[in-house]
């Protein structure tokens, strides 16, 4: 089984990537494959809403994302951790969730619009 573990905090060994590290340490026990993104270490770019991935299924954009898609294609389970940044999660996530816009899962929901 594989897990990933996303870091949202784009502060280099913040409270964020110390806790991810406390939530997968019992999945390095149980043998799991482990993978982290760190988004202190990436570039995700903003989505503009072109919607261009609505039909190609993938996003225009050329950059860390990529390495998202294809940690996505093969979890089992995933583990967010990230800072409070005014009640709700920083930028640098909430830029990673809009991109999965054109995978969202239109062939197990296709009556989501
Ligand atoms: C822009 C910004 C907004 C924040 N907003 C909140 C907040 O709404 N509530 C809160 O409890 N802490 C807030 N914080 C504090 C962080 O969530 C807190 O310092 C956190 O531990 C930082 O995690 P990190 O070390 O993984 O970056 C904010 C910090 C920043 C920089």
Redesign the pocket.
Known sequence: MNILGI?A???KN????I?LNSALEPFVEANWEVSRILLSEKKIGMCIGCESCCESLKCFIDDDMSEVYEAFKICDALII????????V?AQLKALFDRTYGIKSKPLNPTFE
């Not at 913040?14 to 990537?17: A, D, H, I, K, R």
């Not at 951790?81 to 709700?88: I, K, Q």
């Open positions: 870091s905090t784009p502060r913040g409270n964020s990537e806790l951790s990230a800072p409070a940044y005014w009640r709700n920083p």
